[in-house]
């Protein structure tokens, strides 16, 4: 009873604080106030509210003096509620006890938990998430595959696309994605292809990691996610922008992710052929990811970056050291190096398929060779050094 005394207590102090922060009182007069309840609802005249604070709004009874609806009032309370649950880092306990403390004060009847308080949400604002669940045999894996036609339909229909702002840099300072020589050699490539509609085609930002449930456990979490590269910069990784392709949830580090990848990778290659939206056809194009080394070495299949020729950068075998009570793999400085691109690349693996072991670190092909304009490894010629990794 202490425990969940305590836990009540820390749960209305959080809550209080939070709302104070909000300023939710707007008996006060002030420009910033009237800037705040245009953000909470921007179809509610300040005028209406000016002498009512929103917690008397919230808790009015009768419809002549409650210009807030019940839909809006739940949807006002489930945001603040799942927004303190993520910023104030709550227990499912606690929050189950904010709800009813709301509940009553509100008379409203909120969800009482976390679940049905998301899923109501969503209803109320007509939104729904579609996902495909598999199980895997070997170990407890289990994949949750997420549509990415419908993500990409629902950025269509909040206006974020279709977008024309791409930036054209005059000088030779790499200031956005748009700078670098592989995003040129893209933009090349679609050009070369004599593909006319060159406006009404994306590319896409890879991304993703492993995280562990906790300490105390093997459970991995392997989120995918993707970037448009072609939104604002200031826009681009929005989380309402952000396409989620799927979670894989594993006991332990996956020793293969290609089972996990491969409804990712056809979903991929069909927006690659093209999304019909109304009566216009986009197409997007996975371009390169940004992985952790664990995680590049496992997607791009190579040697581990602690491995002979583990060097992404260069074909250096490099060597182990004695450092202390273990060993180090070191890249020794040299002044020559042969450096690695996609030409000896395609060689490596080649060999290494030939052979049936790793050459120069390539051990298998990468399942991102599917893509038509992802190139595992591709070093520009510009450069000419390479910091060993």
């Known amino acids: 009873m202490e425990e969940k005394d305590k836990n009540y207590n820390e749960a209305c102090n959080q809550s209080s604080i939070y709302f104070s922060d909000l300023n939710f009182n707007t008996s006060e007069s002030g420009e910033n106030d009237n800037n705040q309840n245009n953000s909470i609802n921007d179809d509610i005249d300040s005028n209406e509210i000016e002498d009512h604070s929103i917690l008397d709004l919230l808790v009015a009874d009768g419809e002549d003096d409650d210009p807030i609806s019940d839909l809006h009032k739940s949807e006002y309370i489930s945001m603040c509620i799942l927004t303190l649950f993520y910023s104030g880092k709550l227990t499912q306990s606690s929050l189950i006890l904010v709800i009813k403390l709301l509940n009553i004060i509100t008379n409203l009847n909120l969800s009482t938990n976390f679940n049905s308080l998301s899923k109501s949400l969503l209803s109320n604002i007509q939104e729904t998430i579609s996902y495909e669940k598999k199980w895997f045999c070997s170990l407890l894996n289990i994949f949750y595959w997420f549509n990415l036609e419908e993500q990409i339909k629902?950025?269509?229909?909040?206006?974020?696309?279709?977008?024309?702002?791409?930036?054209?840099?005059?000088s030779s300072n790499i200031e956005d994605i748009y700078d670098g020589n592989i995003y040129k050699e893209y933009r090349k490539n679609l050009v070369y292809n004599n593909n006319q509609l060159i406006e009404k085609n994306y590319s896409f930002i890879l991304n993703t990691d492993g995280i562990e449930l906790s300490q105390k456990s093997t459970i991995s979490i392997w989120p995918v996610y993707l970037a448009i590269n072609e939104l604002p910069i200031q826009n681009r990784y929005f989380i309402d922008n952000i396409l989620i392709a799927g979670i894989l949830v594993s006991d332990g580090k996956p020793k293969s992710i290609d089972y996990f990848f491969d409804s990712i990778i056809s979903s991929l290659r069909h927006l690659e052929l093209g999304l019909l939206v109304d009566t216009e056809i986009y197409r997007f194009f996975t371009i390169f990811g940004v992985f952790d080394k664990p995680a590049r070495a496992l997607m791009?299949?190579?040697?581990?970056?602690n491995g002979h020729y583990g060097c992404l950068k260069c074909r250096d075998e490099g060597c182990v050291v004695s450092f202390k009570n273990g060993y180090h793999h070191i890249f020794p400085y040299k002044e020559i190096l042969d450096l690695r691109n996609h030409s000896n690349y395609l060689e490596d693996l080649e060999n290494s398929k030939l052979f049936g072991k790793a050459s120069k670190g390539i051990k298998d092909e990468t399942f991102f060779s599917e893509l038509k304009y992802y190139k595992p490894i591709d070093r520009p010629h510009a450069f000419n050094f390479c910091w060993c990794c």
Do not use: G, Q
Request: hydrophobic share 45%; proline share 4%; glycine share 0%.
């Open 300 to 305: 791009l299949k190579t040697v581990s970056s």
């Open 154 to 170: 629902r950025l269509f229909k909040k206006k974020i696309l279709p977008t024309f702002m791409l930036k054209t840099n005059l």
